[in-house]
């Protein structure tokens, strides 16, 4: 499962590029060897950022499904157990909401 933070890192990375890709857009009238240099540049770095974007999105889909595949193992191999912490769990919520 992917945790908030590393959600939030791979949002932001997606704006980014979108940003960057608005800026090469806007910036595409303007003229000059420094300017084209550095438009090539931007490029290529946001080429390589949407490269390593889309294969840390396929390797936290890949350990998502791992880890749910091992959890539902975990479950198929101890039903009784499982049973009994949900029961656990459930008895512990409703006790504290019974508090309030």
Known sequence: MESASTQKLK?????VVADAEELLKATASQTGERVEKVRVRAEESLRAARARLA???AALDHSARAAARDVD?????HPWATAGIAA???LLVGLLIGRR
Do not use: A, F, S, W
Not at 11 to 15: H, S
Not at 73 to 77: E, I, L
């Open 73 to 77: 193992d975990q479950v198929h191999r």
């Open 11 to 15: 949002q932001d990375l997606q704006i």
């Open 88 to 90: 656990g769990v459930g």
């Open 55 to 57: 294969e840390t999105t």
